[in-house]
């Protein structure tokens, strides 16, 4: 920065400027203070009742930060007894002990240690368990590892009898991964689930996929072992191969027993709620498709994202040329203070609003600058090039199963705190479809065989209809039941004209209000998304209140039920806990009301898409039919089928979707197909 603008900028700033000072200095003479070194040295400590502490005050990502201690738990946290020692299966004598032993419990906890994917099935060991005081380890010769010890599963086959025993109940910390891994080392895993991590967010959505550990210090289970301790962590993570079986035996058995010793207290707490249909009927059928979904992937043409990786290239090259010539010397596009530097200081635009570490640059702040100056869209359109090319683009090719040619997303269940399914590992829900580019990166995604196309069935409004159902507001529903635009009739209704004379710009404003109502869309909120004054958003969104009185008399009843109880529900049962929706501070009281009205309208959304999801799964199985579920994807799933088998799957996918639930307005669900995921045509809309 030139030496005049910091004068300048010190000299109107020159009080902050000396409180800044004050804030960053380090007070070293306060007294009564000592500070002993030595008592700073690493030592052992009490890594359970840290960790407890860290969940406790609501950071749970340090726990996995701290470090490993051998110490003994404190006498002042609770009693929770270790688990007792796991008992290694070395003989066909302790084979049929524990085989007649599990089948008389009728029921058991399955652990898995697997080297790589769990889908890859290369199998170390079995851990079973009954509670903290039974269980078991097999280790098995069938891993990654060239010396892989224990006996192959030929020896085995009394316990792949009993795991594919549909009368004999199996649990599971992550049953997913559990599936997954026995199903790729050809073994089936029947009879009634159960999944710790599943249950625990059904009681606490703000559980989200915990550490064993956290589960087990929440739902009064033993100590977990220390995996860290075992495996290590980062890029320093070695594999289960890598134990020897004591040390399998002492880990996986352990884990086994934690996930037996709390599988009653969760399920108790269900029952509670009320909620153990919710995992019984919704989470775990859905469990099973996702497995089925993840061990089978989608088919990636990783060549035609080669070829646009090599004309974004191009692209990159370019708008940086262009950005350049604007600025009047080269800078880093992706640095924040180089960025900040160039936009506020050199070209003189003014920052909208402040961060902790300077002025904003982030996109918000950068759209509300789009028309100051040719820059600003060029810098826009950078980013989202760079990062899809980098997210996708460029990513994509390098997780291609070289055996199958297909990418392997993994499906969360236990994340958002809605109850909507997420992606990872790649995330494939985030590919943006409005965009030229992301509809590029679309059509790389192709049917398993050459011969085969996609079908998409997508819900039309699904969150509208919910809120349409949960307002019982008149209008709305009469909007849906009969078929009209909802949005045109909104801007009817608000600007008071005829549909017929709504016009592009009115439609779009009602489109925002729609959807913004389900977030708890502010006056300030509509402004800025339309780029109206703030009286304006305002009066809008008051006659939208005057149109629409039921969805406001249902907004504010169910704030005042969060007040009240200190949670919502989804039509299903499904809560979320909010607990700061009384908060003394405005802004985090606020932030909970948005989620309070949010989370009925998306979180019931999302539950219909799970029944959904069973329902056509259900119909493709009992129809023999050769099409399957790819991916589940917001409110939409894809297939790929025989194009033989097009129309009896749209028709199997628009019944078990479109009659998932029965709400006061019709459930509508938009099919098409095509060679790829970009390129679908419609095939027809079907209505419950």
Known sequence: MPLGRVRTALSANVELARLSRELVTIVQDVPGVTLDLASCRLREYDREAAASLLEELG???????????????????????????????????????LVAVLQERGSFTVGVAADGPARKGHLVGLALATGADQSWYCPIASGASDDAQGAPWEEWEPLRQLLATATVGKSSYQLKETILALRGAGVDLEGEGFDCVLAAYLADSR??????????????????????????????????????????????????????????????????????????????????????????????????????????????????????????????????????????????????????????????????????????????????????????????????????????????????????????????????????????????????????????????????RV?????????????????????????????????????????????????????????????????????????????????????????????????????????????RYLTDINSSNRQVREASERMAINMPIQGSAADIMKLGMIRTAQALRASGSAARMLLQVHDELVFETPPEEVESLAELAAEGMAAAIELVVPLVVDLKSGPNWRDLSPLRRAVA
């Not at 990502?61 to 110490?71: F, K």
Request: negative net charge.
């Open 59 to 97: 950071m749970p990502s340090l726990v996995t930060r701290l470090p490993t201690s051998t110490a003994t738990e404190s006498p002042l946290a609770p009693d929770r007894p270790s688990a007792a020692p796991s008992l290694m299966v070395t003989s066909p004598a302790d084979l049929a002990s």
């Open 207 to 464: 559980s989200r996929t915990p550490t064993l550990a956290a589960l087990s210090r929440e739902w009064e289970g033993p100590p977990a072992p220390d995996r860290e301790a075992y495996l290590g962590k980062g890029i320093a993570t070695r594999q289960p191969s890598s134990l020897t079986t004591e040390e399998a035996r002492d880990l996986f058995g352990g884990e086994a027993a934690c996930a037996a010793a709390i599988r009653g207290n969760l399920e108790r707490r269900l029952a509670e709620l009320g909620a153990e249909g919710l995992l019984r009927d919704l989470e775990l059928p859905v469990l099973e498709i996702l497995a089925d979904m993840e061990a089978l992937g989608v088919r990636l043409d990783a060549e035609q994202l080669r070829a646009i990786s090599a004309t974004l290239t191009v692209q990159i090259a370019e708008l940086e040329v262009e950005m350049f010539r604007l600025a009047g010397r080269a800078f880093s596009p992706g640095s924040t203070s180089q960025l900040a530097a160039l936009l506020y200081d050199e070209l003189g635009l003014k920052s909208s609003r402040r961060t902790k570490t300077g002025r904003s640059t982030d996109a918000q702040a950068l759209e509300s600058l789009r028309e100051e100056h040719p820059i600003v869209p060029l810098l826009l359109e950078w980013r989202q090039v760079t990062k899809l090319k980098s997210t996708y683009v460029d990513a994509l090719p390098e997780l291609v199963d070289g055996d199958d040619g297909r990418v392997h997303t993994n499906f969360n269940q236990a994340v958002a705190a809605t109850g909507r399914l997420s992606s990872s590992d790649p995330n494939l829900q985030n590919i943006p479809i409005r965009t030229e580019l992301g509809r590029r990166i679309r059509a790389s995604f192709i049917p398993g065989r050459n011969d085969w196309v996609l079908v998409s069935a997508d819900y039309s409004q699904i969150e509208l």
């Open 467 to 575: 809120l349409a159902h949960l307002s019982g507001d008149q209008r709305l529903a009469t909007a849906f039941a009969k078929g009209d635009d909802v949005h045109a009739d909104t801007a009817a209704q608000v600007f008071a004209v005829s549909q017929d004379q709504v016009s592009a710009e009115q439609r779009r404003m009602a489109k925002v209000v729609n959807f913004g109502i389900l977030y708890g869309l502010s006056s300030y909120g509509l402004s800025r998304d339309l780029g109206i004054g703030t009286d304006v958003a305002e009066d809008f969104i008051r006659r939208y209140f005057a149109t629409y009185d039921g969805v406001q008399g249902y907004l504010e009843s169910v704030r005042e039920e969060a007040r009240r109880q200190g949670y919502v529900s989804t039509i299903l049962g499904r809560r």
